[in-house]
Every structure is written in structure tokens, then in C-alpha cells.
């Protein structure tokens, strides 16, 4: 069994679900991956990267301009909608959704992509967007998008408590 370079408390805790113990280390995030690899010499030797069908672009160009060597392994596939949901469209016309959650830098790109479909932007950027880390919310703002937020680390707990503090129920 190889040693296991995970991002993410909950994909180790599934991996040692599955009995897999060699996890060499956990990291919070992609980036804190990157930062690790860069004080290794890791020269020779070629790692396996398991994702989606919908890669990391952004830790794949982090390892490629380390010069790590890797092999990409599908592990599932992301289908993403082709469009909102009438349901959605009419809440967003009528500025009742108040928040949006952002897990993804994928979510983030399809939800632009799905907006600016039904040419929503103007009410769309009235939002508060609270976003599972800066990545994400740096996709958002580049979209001219105002009312963005990211968690302190990216899990769970975190977003959470970003959701309680920002919108008072």
C-alpha cells in the first residue's frame, strides 16, 4: 500500500473507512499541498492524483511548475446543470435569495455561467456569497461581484460558522 497525501480531514477519514492507513499527511488545502511539495525533493518519483472528472486546474499547475510527476486517476464525474431551475430564476427576480454558498471553484464557474444565461447579474450581485475558500471567491470577484465572503480554512465547521455570524437566523 503507497503513503496517501490527502487534502481534507473528510477524504482521510473516508480513505481510513476504507482501511487505508498509510496517510503520510492531511492537508486543509490544495495551496497548503503546493507549499509542503515545495521544501520536498521530489525529483524522481511520480504520484497518482485522484479527482473528478472536473480536475484541480489550479493544483495541476502547481505541480507541473514544480516539475512533479503525476498520473491523473478518475475517481467520479461531476454533471453539471445545463440550467437553473424556473423555481431558482423566479426566487432570483424577486431578490429573495439572501445567500449563496460557494464549495467549489467548478460551482462557482457553472453558477456564473448559469446566471449570466438568464441574464440575472445585476440581481445575482446583490447576494451575499460565502465562499468555502479565497480560490473561490476570487473567481467571483473577477466577475465584478462585490458581497464576497470566504471561511478562516476550508471545512465544514468553518463555512458554518461564516454563515451563522453573517446572517443571523
Known amino acids: 500500500q503507497k503513503n496517501f ?13 476504507l482501511d487505508i492507513k498509510k496517510i503520510k499527511k492531511i492537508f486543509k ?9 515545495q521544501t520536498k525533493k521530489l525529483k524522481n518519483k511520480v504520484f497518482c492524483y485522484f ?4 480536475p484541480n486546474t489550479q493544483l ?5 511548475q514544480l516539475k512533479i510527476h ?13 440550467k437553473l431551475l424556473k423555481k431558482t430564476v423566479e ?8 445567500i449563496v454558498l460557494m464549495y467549489s471553484v467548478y460551482t462557482a464557474e457553472t453558477y456564473l455561467t448559469l446566471i449570466m444565461s438568464q441574464k440575472l447579474n445585476k440581481k ?3 447576494i451575499i456569497y460565502i465562499c468555502l475558500s479565497n480560490n473561490i471567491a476570487l473567481i467571483l470577484k473577477d466577475h ?12 465544514e465547521k468553518s463555512i458554518l460558522q461564516m454563515i451563522k455570524f453573517t446572517y443571523q437566523f
Open 5 to 17: 497525501y490527502v487534502i481534507g480531514n473528510e477524504v482521510a477519514k473516508e480513505l481510513e473507512r
Open 29 to 37: 488545502s490544495s495551496n497548503d499541498l503546493f507549499s509542503y511539495f
Open 51 to 54: 479527482s473528478g472528472n472536473v
Open 60 to 64: 495541476i499547475k502547481k505541480l507541473n
Open 70 to 82: 503525476y498520473k491523473q486517476q478518475v475517481l467520479y464525474t461531476v454533471k453539471p446543470k445545463e
Open 91 to 98: 426566487l432570483l427576480r424577486s431578490c429573495k435569495i439572501k
Open 124 to 126: 445575482a450581485k446583490d
Open 144 to 155: 465584478g461581484y462585490k458581497r464576497v465572503l470566504y471561511s478562516k480554512s476550508p471545512t
